[in-house]
T-cell receptor, first 111, second 117 residues
Framework: QQPVQSPQAVILREGEDAVINCSSS?????VHWYRQKHGEAPIFLMI?????EQKGHDKISASFNEKKQQSSLYLTASQLSYSGTYFC????????????FGAGTTVTVRA | GAVVSQHPSRVICKSGTSVKIECRSL??????MFWYRQFPKQSLMLMAT?????????EQGVEKDKFLINHASLTLSTLTVTSAHPEDSSFYIC?????????????FGAGTRLSVL
């Protein structure tokens, strides 16, 4: 089951913050976040496992609320390099390895 | 880091021909790899799970005779698009699963853009 991502797109100026949400109707074991730039491979950002943990990657962090089957990605003090399409991938079954990806959120950071 | 190489990056072929795409994990072993298809400005749609030493598992609606997958070693999976037609034109991306400290992380190749004339 494909998770639902919101918003579809966001435009930021350098230094601004943004939040991207990912929700599933299924119970989740883990949530994975990726960023993809046009014509390139998705780059792994972070993984969040059950336990409500928050992870960080420079000024990009994320949270996972497994009770609500929701995850949020936080872009803090955005940089031009943050531009790209962000995908959440959800793993429903432990060690199944399969991920279902959301439709993506396109982030454009302008100077 | 975990590096996955995908080759070729771009291929143009005539309708009716077959095209093989390779996916290699360069610095780790991957018993499981995945093949995705991505349409412009859309998400990654899983086509099949490639398992080393066994048959691939295809998602619903994906023709296994059309998209042949072979995972002959712990570092290589191949996708062959047989008798390609214009509707098969797309961006194909592979990923390799790396198991690390109880976490399973997929690392992606750079993708192959297939254009069928």
């Amino acid at each position: 089951q494909q998770p639902v991502q919101s918003p579809q797109a966001v435009i930021l100026r350098e230094g601004e913050d943004a939040v991207i949400n990912c929700s599933s109707s299924k119970a989740l074991y883990s949530v994975h976040w990726y960023r993809q730039k046009h014509g390139e491979a998705p780059i792994f950002l972070m993984i969040l496992l059950k336990g409500g943990e928050q992870k960080g990657h420079d000024k990009i962090s994320a949270s996972f609320n497994e009770k609500k089957q929701q995850s949020s990605l936080y872009l803090t003090a955005s940089q031009l390099s943050y531009s790209g399409t962000y995908f959440c991938g959800t793993e429903e079954v432990r060690n199944d390895y399969k991920l279902s990806f959301g439709a993506g959120t396109t982030v454009t950071v302008r100077a | 880091g975990a590096v996955v190489s995908q080759h070729p990056s771009r291929v143009i072929c005539k309708s009716g021909t077959s095209v093989k795409i390779e996916c290699r994990s360069l610095d780790f072993q991957a018993t499981t790899m995945f093949w995705y298809r991505q349409f412009p400005k859309q998400s990654l749609m899983l086509m099949a799970t490639s398992n080393e030493g066994s048959k691939a598992t295809y998602e619903q609606g994906v023709e296994k005779d059309k998209f042949l997958i072979n995972h002959a070693s712990l570092t290589l999976s191949t996708l062959t698009v047989t008798s390609a037609h214009p509707e098969d034109s797309s961006f194909y991306i592979c990923s390799a699963n790396r198991h690390d400290l109880a976490k399973n992380i997929q690392y992606f190749g750079a993708g192959t853009r297939l254009s069928v004339l």
